[in-house]
């Protein structure tokens, strides 16, 4: 019997761990280019944002914050696993976000 339990703890563990990872793929608010977030060019993941967010009609903000929202979600989930260099790629696509949707860059 003690088999059964165990099994049953590290399947609720991990499918609460991956729930991150499901939303990300299934998002209802925008429809993302595939493994966008892996970019090394901040314009690059900044200029498909905005392209998914002007696109999409199901979310519930501005594009600007719906773009932002998603950028800043995954940098919140996946930072511990984010590299140093990597982590400051995303902040620059903040930036360039900014820039794209001719808002203040801070």
């Known amino acids: 019997m003690p088999a059964t339990k165990t099994a049953k703890k590290k399947t609720a563990k991990t499918s609460?761990?991956?729930?991150s990872a499901r939303v990300m793929q299934t998002s209802?608010?925008?429809d993302l280019e595939k493994s966008i977030?892996?970019?090394d060019d901040p314009k690059k993941?900044?200029?498909s944002l905005k392209r998914s967010a002007k696109k999409s009609h199901r979310r519930k903000?501005?594009?600007?914050?719906?773009?932002?929202?998603?950028?800043n979600f995954y940098i919140n989930r996946a930072g511990h696993n984010l590299s140093a260099s990597h982590k400051k790629v995303l902040?620059?696509?903040?930036?360039e976000l900014?820039?794209?949707f001719d808002r203040p860059a801070k």
């Open 61 to 71: 903000g501005t594009p600007f914050q719906s773009a932002m929202s998603m950028l």
């Open 91 to 95: 902040e620059d696509a903040k930036n």
């Open 28 to 30: 209802d608010a925008l």
């Open 98 to 100: 900014r820039i794209a």
């Open 45 to 47: 993941i900044a200029s």
């Open 16 to 19: 609460k761990r991956k729930w």
């Open 37 to 39: 977030f892996k970019s």
